[in-house]
């Protein structure tokens, strides 16, 4: 644990706050929502593998996770991960290159950012405890090959299948396109 209890619950409503606000608002930035979705869910996590040695938001989505100096945890700590990126992450623990397969593994938002946003904003949550049990059921990431990726980006890049409700999987993009979890 990086900070205590008490610290992460505070740092976690006080960003719950702020994105409450801000979906409220006029301002379309979804970096932004992106930035304060990813926050809670470090923070909400409140460990090594989500938080760096300065206890600042670890962020997975640039590079390769198998280059990371930091993977030990990655296996045990990140909640989802597709069966050809457990395959590649654990054998990169190994020392061992698996060609068939490609190296490069991207943190994937299961719901995309786009949709989370547009479905805060359009149900009007106007309740930071209301905004995180939104997040609590629908907000997850899971770490897929480039590979897996490319099967997302064609049709269900940043929205949900057009027949997804929202008390439904948000893993129905992933199983659309035949991506296969090991978690």
Same mark, same amino acid.
């Given at each position: ?5 008490? *610290? ?19 301002? #379309? ?17 409140? /460990? ?5 040695? /300065? ?5 997975? =989505? ?13 296996? *045990? ?7 050809? %990126?457990? *395959? ?8 061992? =290159? ?23 904003? /359009? ?12 997040? =609590? ?10 590979? *897996? ?17 929202? %008390?439904?999987?948000?893993?129905? #993009? ?10």
């Amino acid at each position: 644990m990086v900070y205590t209890k008490e *610290e992460s619950e505070k740092i976690v409503g006080f960003l719950a706050s702020v994105l409450t606000d801000f979906i409220q608002s006029e301002v #379309r930035v979804r970096s932004l929502t992106r930035t304060l979705v990813d926050s809670i869910d470090c923070y909400t996590r409140n /460990n090594e593998v989500f938080l760096n040695g /300065n206890r600042n938001v670890r962020w997975f =989505n640039w590079g390769d996770l198998c280059k990371l100096k930091r993977r030990n945890g990655l296996l *045990e700590e990140f909640p989802h991960i597709s069966n050809d %990126a457990y *395959e590649v992450l654990s054998a990169a623990e190994r020392g061992i =290159n698996i060609p068939k397969v490609p190296k490069r593994l991207i943190c994937d938002h299961v719901m995309p950012v786009k949709a989370i946003d547009e479905h805060l904003r /359009n149900s009007q949550y106007h309740d930071p405890a209301d905004t995180l049990g939104f997040l =609590n059921n629908h907000y997850r990431r899971c770490i897929i090959t480039t590979d *897996e990726n490319k099967l997302l980006d064609k049709d269900l890049k940043s929205k949900m299948p057009s027949d997804w409700k929202s %008390a439904a999987s948000p893993f129905v #993009r992933y199983e659309k396109v035949g991506i296969k979890l090991k978690r």
